[in-house]
């Protein structure tokens, strides 16, 4: 037996308590559930700067605007000071997740709860926009572009509006951030640092040098050359034959997570139950995948949550859509499951990749597929003949489901994977 495979089967395990989403299928959760169970792409034209004729990306997954909303914790001044995006939504986000887990905290509670809400990418918008605004006019940057610009800013802004005062922590690990987020605040609350902790991610990377760099480097969707214009909505195409990259995407994700223990004595619903979680560093390139370490952490999730593959009944795959990335971890979970592979669904074919914030509104999204016993589809799908999987194509599908893997894949060898159990 490998040392690694270890079943740790807590008496008090960690829970989900309560966990809010903002993505491109729309504002409202259970608006974007629905949408997401009848295959509606929140993918469209990128609009969030002016294009030129040869700027090389074209579509985006765009955040709905939030400004109308009755939300008072960044007032007009106050915005002034925070201006990119990742502030506002970061903050909706996470105060909608604790009025839904009904955690209140207290000045008893606040040196007990953690922060690891996190970004990828953080403010850099707004370094951006003083750096034109140095070179083209000699105008020096306002006092809030550094700040803006920290990327453990967020998680301090989440401190501020909720008074949380214990352990904090930004967990950056590129795309798989925001799942990465929940394991370090579950090895916080497990190691007696905290009782609760308020965990997820939030990105806006629609920026143009941020864009057109994922054109560049090969990894962003972009038309092949002599093809006629498709609509934006079909872009998006995980694990198909057809795949071309992925679409750059925005939003933001909170998940609220103690133990079983003090949901109980607090008198609080449970949403669901973190039953284990790997990590795992390829050691391998900066971006291309490591097929063993992508693996491991499959089969080491599955382990440590003391089940079989068996056991697991579905699979909320990382699947960005890239040739290399879709293929690797079809391997690896054609590795861990043999002939007795789960459903597979890809929710970026709807809502693009959201950097850091995919993972958590993904781990979302699955947690309210085990609430409903429903998988969304995964849109745009042609079979692969590379691939061997069960995808759930088109329409959604009924599937009881008492555990859910879901992986989470970032640049630079970052692998995280968690398995759910539905209470």
């Given at each position: 037996?490998?040392?690694?495979?270890?079943?740790?089967?807590?008496?008090?395990?960690?829970?989900?308590?309560?966990?809010?989403?903002?993505?491109?299928?729309?504002?409202?959760?259970?608006?974007?559930?629905?949408?997401?169970?009848?295959?509606?792409?929140?993918?469209?034209?990128?609009?969030?700067?002016?294009?030129?004729?040869?700027?090389?990306?074209?579509?985006?997954?765009?955040?709905?605007?939030?400004?109308?909303?009755?939300?008072?914790?960044?007032?007009?001044?106050?915005?002034?000071?925070?201006?990119?995006?990742?502030?506002?939504?970061?903050?909706?986000?996470?105060?909608?997740?604790?009025?839904?887990?009904?955690?209140?905290?207290?000045?008893?509670?606040?040196?007990?709860?953690?922060?690891?809400?996190?970004?990828?990418?953080?403010?850099?918008?707004?370094?951006?926009?003083?750096?034109?605004?140095?070179?083209?006019?000699?105008?020096?940057?306002?006092?809030?572009?550094?700040?803006?610009?920290?990327?453990?800013?967020?998680?301090?802004?989440?401190?501020?509006?909720?008074?949380?005062?214990?352990?904090?922590?930004?967990?950056?690990?590129?795309?798989?951030?925001?799942?990465?987020?929940?394991?370090?605040?579950?090895?916080?609350?497990?190691?007696?640092?905290?009782?609760?902790a308020i965990c997820g991610a939030v990105d806006f990377p629609l920026t143009e040098p941020i864009v057109a760099g994922f054109g560049t480097m090969?990894?962003?969707?972009?038309?092949?050359?002599?093809?006629?214009?498709?609509?934006?909505?079909?872009?998006?195409?995980?694990?198909?034959?057809?795949?071309?990259?992925?679409?750059?995407?925005?939003?933001?994700?909170?998940?609220?997570?103690?133990?079983?223990?003090?949901?109980?004595?607090?008198?609080?619903?449970?949403?669901?139950?973190?039953?284990?979680?790997?990590?795992?560093?390829?050691?391998?390139?900066?971006?291309?995948?490591?097929?063993?370490?992508?693996?491991?952490?499959?089969?080491?999730?599955?382990?440590?949550?003391?089940?079989?593959?068996?056991?697991?009944?579905?699979?909320?795959?990382?699947?960005?859509?890239?040739?290399?990335?879709?293929?690797?971890?079809?391997?690896?979970?054609?590795?861990?499951?043999?002939?007795?592979?789960?459903?597979?669904?890809?929710?970026?074919?709807?809502?693009?990749?959201?950097?850091?914030?995919?993972?958590?509104?993904?781990?979302?999204?699955?947690?309210?597929?085990?609430?409903?016993?429903?998988?969304?589809?995964?849109?745009?799908?042609?079979?692969?003949?590379?691939?061997?999987?069960?995808?759930?194509?088109?329409?959604?599908?009924?599937?009881?489901?008492?555990?859910?893997?879901?992986?989470?894949?970032?640049?630079?060898?970052?692998?995280?994977?968690?398995?759910?159990?539905?209470?």
């Amino acid at each position: 037996m490998r040392p690694w495979i270890l079943s740790i089967m807590p008496d008090d395990p960690m829970v989900i308590l309560g966990y809010d989403a903002i993505s491109p299928l729309g504002i409202d959760l259970e608006d974007q559930w629905q949408k997401a169970l009848s295959g509606t792409s929140g993918i469209g034209p990128l609009t969030r700067f002016d294009l030129t004729d040869d700027f090389p990306v074209r579509i985006a997954g765009q955040a709905p605007d939030i400004d109308h909303l009755p939300y008072d914790f960044l007032k007009p001044r106050e915005q002034a000071r925070w201006p990119s995006p990742i502030f506002k939504y970061a903050l909706l986000t996470v105060s909608r997740a604790l009025e839904k887990s009904g955690i209140e905290i207290t000045p008893d509670l606040a040196p007990r709860t953690a922060i690891t809400f996190s970004s990828a990418i953080g403010g850099l918008d707004v370094v951006l926009g003083a750096d034109r605004n140095l070179m083209n006019r000699g105008k020096l940057p306002p006092p809030y572009v550094n700040p803006n610009a920290c990327i453990n800013m967020v998680g301090g802004k989440v401190s501020m509006h909720t008074g949380a005062t214990g352990p904090i922590s930004a967990t950056i690990t590129a795309c798989a951030t925001g799942l990465t987020s929940m394991i370090v605040g579950a090895m916080l609350i497990n190691d007696g640092r905290a009782d609760a902790a308020i965990c997820g991610a939030v990105d806006f990377p629609l920026t143009e040098p941020i864009v057109a760099g994922f054109g560049t480097m090969g990894g962003a969707f972009m038309p092949k050359e002599g093809d006629p214009e498709e609509r934006p909505e079909k872009a998006s195409r995980p694990f198909s034959l057809n795949r071309r990259g992925f679409v750059v995407a925005e939003g933001s994700g909170c998940i609220i997570i103690a133990k079983r223990s003090f949901a109980e004595a607090h008198g609080l619903a449970v949403a669901a139950e973190i039953a284990g979680w790997a990590m795992t560093s390829d050691a391998f390139h900066h971006v291309a995948p490591n097929l063993e370490t992508v693996r491991r952490c499959i089969a080491q999730s599955i382990h440590y949550a003391g089940i079989t593959p068996d056991r697991i009944s579905a699979v909320n795959a990382h699947a960005a859509s890239t040739r290399a990335g879709d293929q690797v971890e079809a391997d690896a979970l054609r590795q861990v499951f043999g002939s007795r592979m789960p459903p597979v669904t890809a929710n970026k074919s709807m809502i693009g990749h959201a950097m850091g914030a995919a993972s958590a509104i993904e781990s979302i999204l699955a947690m309210e597929g085990m609430r409903t016993r429903m998988l969304p589809p995964t849109i745009n799908y042609t079979p692969d003949p590379a691939i061997d999987m069960d995808c759930v194509v088109e329409t959604s599908r009924k599937v009881e489901q008492e555990y859910v893997l879901k992986n989470a894949f970032g640049f630079g060898g970052c692998n995280a994977c968690m398995v759910f159990r539905r209470i």
